[in-house]
């Protein structure tokens, strides 16, 4: 089973990833901004069951994949080094803050549901999360590697929905804040982007031990 200590680093990975900028992120805010908390919450339940579907799908192929072809941790390993650093990259220079509003007409909460759902589903960060950081937590050594993969995955979900979920709550008041200090929006990019090339960084050397 997975220890407390293997959960603190991937915990502290899934929390640098879900505050970076994201279709998830962006369309979470700004339903929320356009139509209310509740419509976000709506959504976000929609983005739960897209990162249900990936935690499944990527909990039964990564376990096999460990068991048939071991030398395949090394290139996952560094595949997810690689994306951490894209993410940093993007974090930093790339995209809009998704504190600026897009205009989204109002939806019956089946439409929010099913188009939270579409938006992790055919968001590919969300199946590199799985496909390439799973792998650098889950020892073979310590047996049932299925179950490993569900309790990282379960710990990924609830840290997105809780932070995901704070953000909607404050979204309005987030947004004018950053909106009156552009200071603030450069300082919190940065340090989203030192934080995930720090994880990408330790990632390398500690499989490497």
Not at 25 to 53: D, K, N, P, T
Not at 142 to 168: C, D, K, R
Request: hydrophobic residues 50%; contains cysteine; glycine residues 8%.
């Amino acid at each position: 089973m997975v220890t407390f200590s293997q959960l603190i680093p991937f915990a502290a990975i899934a929390l640098g990833m879900v505050l970076t900028p994201g279709p998830n992120m962006i369309y979470l805010i700004s339903r929320s901004l356009c139509q209310g908390r509740r419509a976000g919450y709506v959504s976000l339940l929609g983005v739960a069951l897209g990162f249900m579907f990936y935690m499944l799908c990527a909990a039964m192929s990564i376990t096999a994949l460990i068991m048939a072809v071991p030398l395949a941790y090394d290139a996952l390993r560094i595949a997810g080094a690689l994306y951490l650093l894209y993410m940093a990259w993007q974090g930093v220079f790339g995209g809009k803050s998704p504190f600026e509003v897009r205009d989204l007409p109002p939806d019956s909460p089946k439409k929010l549901f099913t188009m939270g759902l579409l938006t992790n589903l055919l968001n590919p960060k969300t199946a590199v999360i799985y496909l390439s950081l799973f792998p650098q937590f889950i020892h073979p050594e310590q047996g049932h590697e299925l179950a490993q993969s569900l309790t990282l995955g379960f710990t990924q979900i609830i840290t997105s929905l809780l932070v995901n979920g704070i953000i909607i709550f404050a979204a309005g008041s987030i947004a004018i804040f950053l909106a009156q200090r552009p200071t603030w929006q450069k300082i919190q990019r940065w340090l989203m982007g030192t934080v995930l090339t720090g994880l990408a960084v330790r990632m390398v050397f500690d499989g490497q031990k």
